[in-house]
């Protein structure tokens, strides 16, 4: 099976930026719940490589309040479908 990109399927930058616009969310409230700095955030959703690390504490800090993400795949292509949310309490942040 194949990845659509090196991402693989951790989080793609669509998917990020539906995360944040369902929570309200702003650049710099994602980096303090993942504890990364806002310029990681920017860069990431901008379409910048970041490292595996930073995308892995991002969808991390998502998930941790709720926001879950779909892939579907398609002739063995995995592919970023939208996102999910369930809230899991108050949002915390790091």
Known sequence: ????????????PDQCRQAR?????TRGELADAAGVTSWVVAAFEDGAEV?????????AALEA???????EI??????????????????TRR
């Open 51 to 59: 490292l595996p690390f930073y995308e892995m504490e991002i969808r």
């Open 21 to 25: 616009a369902i929570l309200k969310w």
């Open 74 to 91: 398609e002739n063995g292509v995995v592919r970023p479908a939208g996102v999910t949310y369930s809230p899991r309490g108050k949002p």
């Open 65 to 71: 309040v709720g926001i879950g993400f779909l892939f």
């Open 1 to 12: 099976m194949s990845l659509e990109s090196s991402r693989g399927n951790v989080v793609s």
